[in-house]
């Protein structure tokens, strides 16, 4: 290799180094190399300060014994407290501790040493302040150099791509906010560029966090955003109620920006972890209501050391119950679906969360086969069950009356007959709304099935006394993110770049979230005494157009701009509005605020058996118009709509 290629070779790795994003963290040894020869620096220009007033420093005839014993004791110190440690673009506080008791002891013994050689000899190794200049220089130089990488690395990244970051307006002022800003400062890569923090009660507004500036809230949010040319609002402020938050949310909509949410910080020190958790606000974040107080003694003394069974485990419903349950401690969990694949994951994911001895195990069965339900309940000898297993979708179930049977009324009937055989502590059904006053076959098989376990509770608990299972019914709405439900449905329709497609302009729907709902289920199974029916308090109802306009704002898009609206009509069996009672039901209250109990009027337990008999084996014939006439006798108030069963109503 001549001389040139050499040189050529040295000015290109010159070049990779100068790219600073290319650069590694720097070896520890060069941290301390670097340290070090501050502290040498520092005390060469100790040195020529005094002796430019003529003093001495240091006493020259013991100079072999002062700078081996000088750079030792810094270097021992330097080791002792890892001042060379800490990655130097992200010094911060405990950094600068570090270096100035590293020194401070430094400092320290070297006046000892030298106060021993006086008092010894008489003779002093070094002028003691000097010792002291050359600290504060030493700290100085120690501290100036790592803001200055710091600034540098924080100016390069941010400042020289700041058009292709999101200006951000962080909304709070506290704690918690000030930690959502450093962490976002130091994502690599960045999103946003933070340009101020809103503080929500005009108290700080003269002064400034992390040299940005904090701005008032005496106009709304969309105008402040509009004068510091902002495009995005983070919201870290934990102190907002749920009505502040939806106001704030609908203002940015309404104008096109962006929101943020971010959850509480508990570790602060952990700032990736607090950048990821940075997201697009979502319009779960919208329909947040106070957490749930459960009764936790309760819910233990059901489920401690008990062996439950879980029926729909892999559906959104089931699987969010067997995770709850799982942290009450019982002795086992028996999971039981017939759809294979998402049990799977559902089985892989328990198997990768536990870590107690919770015994789980799952079972491929069809609650429709009372001979293999059997084997189950004979083989585990459950002791709680909780019955989320069911057929949901309205139109589907308008086309296949004969499986809406089949799995929501013989297979309930079927997990409560060997319920009360095999002496069950309590089962809880999980229902829905559309059971009352239903329009549609998949409500009305519902309803169905409720009777039976009201009637079965109340005919063989209390006017025979053959059976000890509390039967108990849990009634509440639409949930969130459940399969099938409207919210992933809408995502990925805006994620396709629509139409969104909604049944009516009018209709409305009451939501509440998986673990919200769950959470219910277990308070509910454990607060019942038998032949219940427990309605949830779900909130306000809310209209899906509605939902649908601020989804597509909260993706980014206008509506009917970027992402259409198409209605196509209401669903065969859809109604406008569901309903949590029936006209000539009434509610009692229960402990709990969200939980009621609604007062309904239990069937004789002979005739209704020998109707759901007679509707099972006409399900069998697969005649549609025979299985619903046979349902609507059973159900009077069972009015079809937008249906072909319309006709069986006149």
């Not at 819910?299 to 485990?313: E, F, H, Y």
């Not at 006053?437 to 009637?455: C, D, F, H, W």
């Not at 601020?550 to 992402?563: C, H, N, S, W």
Request: with cysteine.
């Amino acid at each position: 290799m001549n001389f040139l290629s050499f040189l050529t070779e040295l000015v290109n790795r010159f070049k990779s180094v100068g790219k600073v994003r290319n650069l590694s963290y720097l070896p520890r040894w060069v941290i301390l190399t670097i340290d070090m020869s501050i502290v040498i620096f520092a005390a060469f220009l100790t040195m020529e300060m005094l002796n430019s007033m003529g003093l001495h420093y240091v006493n020259r005839d013991f100079l072999y014994i002062i700078t081996p014993t000088f750079l030792f004791l810094n270097l021992f110190f330097f080791w002792l407290f890892r001042t060379y440690s800490g990655i130097i673009r992200h010094s911060g506080y405990i950094d600068a501790v570090k270096i100035f008791i590293a020194l401070f002891f430094s400092l320290l013994i070297l006046i000892i040493i030298n106060l021993s050689c006086f008092f010894l000899n008489g003779k002093k190794l070094f002028m003691n302040t000097g010792l002291f200049i050359n600290f504060v220089l030493s700290f100085s130089g120690l501290f100036v150099y790592r803001i200055i990488v710091k600034q540098t690395f924080e100016t390069y990244f941010s400042e020289s791509k700041s058009t292709d970051l999101m200006r951000a307006l962080i909304y709070g002022s506290d704690a918690n906010a000030i930690s959502v800003a450093n962490a976002l400062k130091s994502e690599k890569p960045s999103r946003f560029k933070i340009i101020g923090f809103v503080d929500k009660q005009n108290q700080n507004t003269s002064k400034r966090i992390l040299d940005l500036p904090i701005l008032n809230l005496r106009k709304r949010i969309p105008v402040i955003m509009r004068s510091v040319e902002a495009e995005a609002l983070i919201m870290a402020d934990k102190s907002l109620s749920k009505d502040e938050k939806m106001q704030i949310v609908d203002e940015c909509l309404e104008f096109n920006y962006k929101v943020y949410t971010v959850p509480l910080i508990s570790d602060w020190e952990d700032r990736n972890e607090i950048s990821k958790k940075v997201k697009n606000f979502q319009i779960q974040d919208l329909l947040e209501r106070k957490p749930i107080v459960l009764d936790n003694k309760s819910i233990s003394g059901q489920l401690n050391n008990k062996t439950v069974l879980i029926t729909g485990a892999a559906g959104s419903i089931g699987s969010e119950i067997v995770r709850q349950v799982i942290g009450f401690n019982p002795k086992k969990v028996i999971m039981l679906d017939q759809a294979e694949t998402p049990l799977h994951h559902l089985s892989l994911e328990m198997n990768k969360l536990l870590q107690t001895k919770v015994k789980i195990r799952t079972v491929i069965s069809d609650i429709r086969n009372r001979e293999a339900i059997e084997e189950v309940f004979r083989k585990f000898k459950p002791e709680v069950v909780f019955h989320a297993a069911a057929y949901k979708h309205v139109p589907l179930m308008e086309e296949n009356p004969s499986q809406a049977i089949f799995v929501n009324v013989q297979g309930t009937k079927n997990l409560t007959d060997l319920s009360c055989k095999y002496n069950v502590g309590s089962f809880v059904m999980v229902s829905t709304d559309k059971a009352v006053n239903p329009s549609n076959v998949m409500g009305a098989s519902k309803r169905i099935a409720e009777k039976y376990v009201q009637s079965l509770h109340y005919k063989m608990n209390v006017e025979q006394n053959l059976c000890k299972t509390k039967f108990i019914t849990t009634r509440f709405g639409n949930v969130l993110g459940s399969n099938g439900s409207v919210v992933p449905l809408f995502t990925e329709q805006i994620a396709n770049g629509g139409p969104i497609t909604i049944t009516h302009p009018e209709i409305i729907r009451y939501f509440m979230t998986i673990p919200e709902a769950c959470q219910l289920v277990l308070e509910a199974g454990a607060m019942g005494n038998g032949g219940e029916i427990y309605i949830f308090d779900m909130g306000k109802p809310v209209k899906i157009i509605d939902l649908a306009n601020k989804m597509i704002r909260l993706a980014g898009f206008t509506p009917e701009k970027d992402i259409k609206i198409k209605i196509v009509g209401l669903r065969p069996g859809e109604k406008l509005y569901e309903e949590l009672l029936n006209d000539s039901s009434k509610t009692l209250p229960t402990h709990h605020e969200k939980i009621m109990i609604a007062q309904e009027q239990h069937d004789d337990f002979e005739n209704l058996f020998e109707s759901i008999d007679d509707l099972i084996t006409t399900a069998k014939t697969y005649s549609s118009t025979d299985i619903v006439t046979k349902m609507k006798v059973i159900v009077p108030e069972f009015i079809s709509m937008n249906s072909d069963f319309v006709t069986l109503d006149k």
